[in-house]
């Protein structure tokens, strides 16, 4: 039943791709997967495969990578991704050997992938259960690994179905061992006899620390900051922008950046409209690049910097008093940790709960959820009115970061040692 929805999945991708864009990438991409195997992989190669569905789960999986690449440089890395959104950003990724789309898991594609592949381990991150590759993993005598994945009862693998819970579990059962975020995920596998787990935390935790050592300095970004302080919004969605650039509007004291999550003309005008309606100067950042000065902050007009290219964000960050992470009133908020880790309470729409880093922050006083523009308002409100309650959270942020970092570590002594 699971081979066929592959089938029928796949022929309705190959359709689909005829009108859409991002589809046709994927496509093409898939076509061009055993080519590059051939090409790059040779017999006697020792092979370690990574399989991201994206890039954020790309960045959990970056850690264990960069060190097998340092430590254990016998073993060629193969690093797969399912999204185009994944792939199209690191598909020059140096720290693989090959980087390149992972065809859609039916048993025929499972066969011809791993025969041309043949790795010797391989690194499934977080949400990453594909049944037929998993299970010719497991006949071959590959060695797999869940890393950084985290289960909830509401999973599709705890529902009852027509042909009861195992079928549903059984890509979890083909792993050597899972590498899990907390507690509840180990405790959840082990009512259904799946005992091969390990609690270490998320891998992204220690991630954003050297993405945070390493940050480079902004200066056309400091320049627009000066001494005002800056609010940070980081992967924003169009839901977010309509509740705090009005609030900002309020507020010209406090410099605005938006780095929008989808980086295209459409959005990035919307940006410009609504900064318009409020009486926001603004500027893109690549026009700041290419000489244009900012205009001045008045009593009637705020200043606003619109980060309209990719590779900025996490190192944007640092120059915040306070952050909000796009994506609560859609798909999801994004990379909360990235924003933490430096020391600034973080802000997010209520669609979080799934987010393991949020709801932890959210406990110890490190962040905020908003479902609209009066509560959005209200913890902005306080922060301004109260300059330690600013800090307090700010510091709450910083140290749950630090004290939860480490899995990285777990996972490769384990792995590959």
């Not at 992989?41 to 990574?50: E, L, N, S």
């Not at 490190?366 to 301004?384: N, T």
Request: charged share 20%; hydrophobic share 40%.
């Amino acid at each position: 039943m699971y081979s066929l929805g592959l089938y029928i999945f796949t022929l309705g991708m190959l359709i689909v791709s005829l009108f859409h864009k991002k589809v046709r990438q994927m496509v093409v991409g898939i076509t061009q997967t055993y080519a590059l195997l051939r090409r790059h992989i040779k017999k006697t190669d020792r092979v370690v495969w990574f399989h991201a569905a994206s890039l954020g789960e790309f960045e959990q999986g970056r850690p264990l990578m960069e060190r097998l690449r340092t430590e254990c440089p016998e073993y060629k890395i193969l690093l797969t991704f399912f999204s185009p959104s994944g792939y199209e950003v690191r598909k020059d990724y140096e720290g693989a050997d090959l980087v390149c789309y992972l065809p859609f898991d039916t048993p025929g594609n499972a066969r011809s992938f791993l025969r041309l592949a043949h790795p010797e381990i391989a690194v499934f991150i977080k949400y990453e259960f594909w049944t037929n590759y998993l299970t010719l993993c497991r006949k071959k005598g590959i060695k797999t690994y869940s890393v950084s994945s985290i289960f909830r009862p509401n999973q599709y693998f705890f529902k009852w179905h027509l042909f009861n819970y195992y079928p549903a579990l059984k890509p979890i059962r083909q792993f050597n061992h899972l590498f899990v975020q907390n507690e509840d995920s180990k405790t959840l596998l082990a009512k259904y006899g799946i005992t091969n787990v390990t609690v270490v935390g998320d891998t992204r935790l220690d991630r954003v620390i050297a993405i945070k050592n390493a940050a480079a300095l902004l200066p056309l970004v400091e320049q627009f900051v000066g001494d005002a302080p800056c609010f940070i919004a980081g992967s924003s969605w169009g839901p977010d922008e309509e509740i705090y650039i009005p609030y900002f509007a309020e507020h010209k004291d406090w410099r605005l950046i938006i780095a929008p999550h989808v980086i295209s003309e459409t959005h990035l005008k919307d940006i410009e409209k609504l900064l318009d309606e409020n009486g926001f100067n603004h500027v893109r950042y690549t026009e700041l690049e290419n000489g244009k000065t900012m205009p001045s902050a008045t009593e009637t007009a705020g200043q606003a910097l619109i980060i309209n290219c990719f590779g900025k964000l996490s190192s944007i960050y640092r120059y915040g008093k306070a952050a909000l992470v796009g994506g609560g009133f859609g798909v999801g908020i994004h990379n909360v940790p990235e924003a933490a880790v430096y020391g600034i309470p973080v802000l997010f729409g209520p669609n979080n709960q799934a987010f393991r880093e949020a709801q932890a922050l959210k406990a110890c006083g490190g962040s905020f959820e908003y479902q609209d523009a009066a509560s959005f308002a209200a913890i902005m409100d306080r922060f301004m009115q109260q300059p330690e309650a600013l800090k307090q959270a700010g510091t709450a942020a910083g140290s749950y970061i630090n004290a939860n970092t480490g899995a990285a570590d777990k996972c490769f002594n384990a792995i590959f040692k």
